[in-house]
């Protein structure tokens, strides 16, 4: 086994027939979806960017293998800073209506009380009718105005779910507009 730098990201290592065999590897069979082939690979990355003096805490790494006779080349290139994200806490209330008269009746009683809900949204699926919220709660008084004319039926999955599939007939502000049209 050779291990060349080839420049600050790139590290080339060479694996001979012998290499192959003791290492139990086969071009055939190696690749990342293969335990035994994955766990040797990154193995032989880590060591050979370690040995090259290259860094690769908290980075992502890239390999790239190329058969050669009985053995093979690894090209393993560093690439940038891993960035981690987090999906942002939150969420939405879902509730459900079977018909445009709840419905109606529903948004026409919110209204009426005064709740002016920034982020809430109308929607229609074959014939039900859907309000959103992309609040990760409602007060209860709301929640509990809108129970009598429908039911609650999910969190943020059935919110993503709805706005993806369903129709829009209001995507912002639902209660005000057409509270406002209705009233």
Do not use: W
Not at 11 to 28: E, G, I, Q, T, W
Not at 166 to 183: D, T
């Amino acid at each position: 086994m050779t291990i060349n730098r080839l420049d600050e990201r790139r590290v080339l290592v060479v694996l001979a027939d012998r290499d192959m065999s003791d290492f139990a590897l086969s071009f055939a069979e190696m690749g990342m979806d293969n335990a035994h082939s994955r766990r040797i690979i990154l193995r032989l990355t880590k060591l050979a960017c370690r040995k090259t003096g290259i860094d690769t805490r908290g980075k992502r790494l890239s390999v790239e293998a190329l058969m050669m006779g009985e053995g093979c080349y690894l090209l393993v290139t560093v690439k940038g800073i891993t960035r981690r994200y987090r999906l942002k806490r939150g969420g939405g209330v879902c509730f459900r209506f079977e018909g445009c008269s709840e419905f109606l009746g529903a948004v026409e009683a919110a209204y009426r009380r005064g709740f002016m809900c920034a982020k809430n949204a109308a929607y229609v699926r074959g014939g039900v009718y859907y309000l959103l919220f992309g609040y990760p709660a409602l007060p209860k008084a709301l929640r509990g105005l809108l129970s009598e004319f429908g039911t609650l039926t999910g969190g943020a999955l059935k919110c993503a779910q709805i706005s993806e599939h369903a129709e829009v007939i209001c995507p912002r502000k639902a209660i005000s507009v057409i509270g406002e049209k209705i009233c």
